[in-house]
């Protein structure tokens, strides 16, 4: 009885081990392989006709708004004004007909100064991966500036690179160690999960549609 449980703790601590080396190696590689495609200066940046707003909750559970969401609308807004973009593209999740994430930040643009007309939807961006890809097959840009705080950017600019996307990436404030502790044990996992729908399940945007012309 004894050696056939001995076994089984082995393996189990055996796959546990080979598990999260497999996770680190996965972030290492997206991290080594994205940073000179992410800039922390709007001075150093180079200039692109579109930007990528990746949508996020405006509002938490407990009603205050998301510091996610509030630092990607200032960071789009501040491209925006330093001409570093020339159009502001937000998209994110409209599964649901009482939530809108690119209505929200559209709305948010406005009130800081963004022309209407220089901001356009997409409602479809379910994930990070919908989103990179239909920058491409429905928006028609093949380069962009990706605008989201680091760890999503790098992950961003991953996907980019394997869709044969020009795109680079403005980092935007990020959040404190503590405020942020959920959202970046996740970004373990989802990196993890990225690696299979792009090399693996070859996963596919839940909806592509018409094309959309920006400019």
Do not use: C
């Not at 963004?114 to 989103?131: H, K, M, N, V």
């Amino acid at each position: 009885m004894q050696l056939p449980r001995l076994f089984h703790w082995k393996f189990l601590i055996g796959f546990g081990i080979l598990t999260i080396a497999i996770i680190l190696g996965i972030n290492a590689v997206v991290n080594v392989s994205t940073r000179d495609r992410v800039y922390q200066s709007i001075k150093d940046i180079p200039a692109n006709k579109v930007g990528l707003v990746l949508g996020t909750a405006k509002y938490l559970e407990n009603g205050q708004v998301n510091l996610y969401y509030r630092y990607r609308v200032e960071g789009a807004v501040t491209l925006f004004q330093q001409r570093k973009i020339e159009y502001i593209l937000v998209s994110g999740d409209n599964s649901r007909k009482e939530y809108n994430e690119p209505k929200q930040f559209r709305e948010d643009l406005i009130r800081k100064g963004i022309p209407a007309e220089r901001i356009f939807l997409d409602y479809a961006g379910f994930r990070t991966l919908d989103s990179i890809v239909r920058l491409q097959k429905v928006f028609g840009q093949s380069r962009a500036t990706i605008i989201s705080q680091e760890f999503h950017n790098q992950r961003a600019i991953f996907i980019a690179q394997t869709k044969g996307i020009d795109a680079i990436a403005y980092n935007v404030k990020d959040v404190s160690p503590g405020y942020g502790v959920t959202t970046r044990s996740r970004e373990f996992l989802a990196r993890s999960k990225m690696m299979l729908d792009l090399y693996v399940l070859f996963t596919q945007p839940r909806y592509l549609g018409e094309k959309v012309v920006i400019g």
